[in-house]
């Protein structure tokens, strides 16, 4: 007896035997068979789908859950138009706090707001509180007087960490804008936050994940640098999962700074725990690192300057330190997500990614370069030999495109956020979100910016890059899972895939494309079971 039968969907299977179905079987959490391999077996639970669609279970192959989680316990900044409106709602939040309680926000965007808000007016508003408030980009925040006086910032005694930056008037004092890794001075006074209040934010996330048709996600960078929240990061997500709380699969890149020597040349983290470690709902995946900043910010690292005030922006650090990090990873057994958006540092990301398999040779090892922003054309090739997964969140380019064409202009505009190049050359291209550096990250509205292009002007950028709705929702299925090496087991509807789908109200691939984000998930199943929409279905199994 199967534990659940499906039937009556319009099922896309993303396999190339069988592209349709109607019926799907699940035992024990895979899927066991479709149409009349399923035929005439009886199930515990039958849910008749009355035509709805059924697609494999969307994948976040970027996202940062913990960090959208506490975001959703912060002022939303990113609704503000005007600075007013950011001192409005730090006012209003200011007066029901302490004298000394933190108001922290999230979302601001500098391009909407003509400027990042003044640090003089966030004291006013605040009440000479402490105010963080953080750039929907992660790399940049500006802070208030209390907060820069107690980081040391005002009377000159901090340390700058390398790569970052303090941003000073005419007069050479503070704005409060800190870019890079000038945040973790700010850090360094909220840091490490209580396991129990990161077991919340996981839990706030993932409800809001599966209502979006996510079956699984990738947590980029946890227990380090300024990414990460606590050492004790991954132990959250463990109560998270023991308390029930986390309805969805989850692979964990630790930040490159939490690794260290272990044995030889080796580099990982104690016990010698390395990518692969884990199981099928909560494992570590890839070694995380920075290379460079972001475009947003025109710290992005660039071969020719960003338009305007110029610059070629910052490398996350020494070339030769991100070097012999990423080569001892690679020697450790590692998956490497290098964090690269302007195009140089993509070339010391490929350089490095080519030298570490000309002294130790690992094929299929499926090293990443997440965001992958700026690739020049002759970058493309070098990829696709290396077998590199791209990582690009089209989204950015509907909630941030105009911004970043400004900053690197017209000629260079081709090279943003690239899609149909990569598959052209070969390479899979998975979905992701960055969340919360988007104010929207839901899947379908993910594959929708993959089709159009479009930004909030209504400009298009690099029509020449769209894909098709079908490319679109496998790069938010199977390509993600492949981004994860696990694509025989996840991102398609097949006998022994994991009965991860989502039961959708209309068919991403064929509805017009400013409707794909419409489209509503009736429910989400993770291994069987319905963890969003069970209501609906009075015998899915909950």
């Not at 534990?3 to 959490?29: M, Y």
């Not at 209390?146 to 790569?163: C, F, H, R, W």
């Not at 129990?196 to 993932?206: H, S």
């Not at 499926?366 to 997964?389: T, W, Y």
């Amino acid at each position: 007896m199967l534990d659940l039968l499906l039937r009556d969907v319009r099922a896309l299977t993303l396999t190339g035997d069988r592209p349709r179905a109607h019926t799907v079987g699940v035992l024990n959490g895979r899927i066991v068979g479709v149409d009349e391999e399923v035929e005439g077996l009886t199930a515990r639970h039958v849910v008749d789908g009355d035509g709805a669609v059924l697609t494999p279970g969307f994948a976040d192959a970027h996202n940062h859950m913990v960090w959208f989680g506490l975001s959703l316990a912060e002022l939303d900044l990113s609704v503000c138009r005007t600075p007013e409106e950011v001192y409005d709602a730090v006012a209003a939040r200011a007066a029901n706090l302490p004298s000394n309680g933190w108001v922290i926000g999230s979302g601001y965007d500098d391009f909407v707001l003509g400027g990042h808000p003044d640090r003089a007016a966030l004291d006013r508003a605040g009440g000479g509180r402490p105010v963080w408030l953080k750039h929907r980009s992660a790399h940049m925040c500006v802070a208030s007087s209390a907060i820069l006086a107690q980081a040391g910032v005002l009377d000159g005694s901090a340390t700058v960490p390398e790569g970052g930056v303090v941003e000073l008037d005419d007069d050479g004092a503070p704005t409060g804008l800190l870019a890079e890794q000038a945040q973790q001075l700010v850090d360094a006074l909220v840091k490490p936050y209580p396991v129990e209040e990161l077991v919340e934010a996981i839990d706030r996330a993932a409800r809001v994940y599966v209502a979006e048709g996510l079956t699984h996600v990738t947590e980029a960078g946890i227990g380090g640098g300024w990414i990460g929240h606590s050492p004790a990061e991954a132990a959250a997500y463990q109560v998270a999962r023991q308390r029930g709380l986390l309805p969805l699969r989850v692979e964990l890149m630790p930040a490159s700074e939490v690794l260290h020597p272990l044995h030889g040349d080796a580099f990982g983290l104690d016990l010698g725990l390395r990518t692969g470690f884990g199981d099928d709902f909560l494992r570590i995946g890839p070694m995380k690192i920075f290379t460079d900043g972001a475009l947003s910010s025109r710290t992005a690292a660039v071969t020719e300057p960003f338009c305007g005030h110029g610059g070629l922006g910052v490398l996350g650090d020494d070339p030769d330190v991100l070097r012999e990090r990423m080569l001892a990873a690679h020697r450790g057994g590692w998956r490497i997500a290098a964090h690269a958006i302007g195009d140089r540092a993509i070339d010391l990301t490929l350089d490095t990614f080519e030298e570490a398999q000309r002294v130790l040779p690992r094929p299929g090892v499926r090293h990443r370069i997440e965001h992958a922003a700026m690739v020049r054309p002759e970058q493309l090739a070098r990829m696709a030999a290396l077998d590199v997964v791209p990582v690009p969140q089209a989204r950015f380019l509907y909630e941030i495109g105009d911004t970043m064409a400004e900053a690197i202009g017209e000629d260079r505009v081709p090279w943003l956020y690239r899609h149909k190049s990569f598959v052209d050359v070969g390479l899979r291209v998975p979905g992701s979100s960055d969340r919360p550096c988007v104010s929207a990250g839901a899947p379908l509205l993910g594959i929708r910016s993959m089709v159009e292009r479009t930004t909030k002007a209504g400009a298009v950028l690099s029509a020449d890059e769209r894909v098709d709705a079908e490319e679109a929702l496998r790069a938010y299925t199977l390509h993600s899972a492949y981004a994860a090496g696990q694509e025989h087991e996840r991102g398609h509807l097949a006998a022994g895939a994991f009965a991860d789908m989502v039961l959708l109200d209309d068919d991403p691939t064929t509805v017009p494309s400013e409707r794909i984000g419409d489209i509503g998930v009736l429910a989400t199943f993770v291994a069987g079971r319905a963890v969003h929409g069970a209501e609906k279905f009075g015998n899915a199994p909950s």
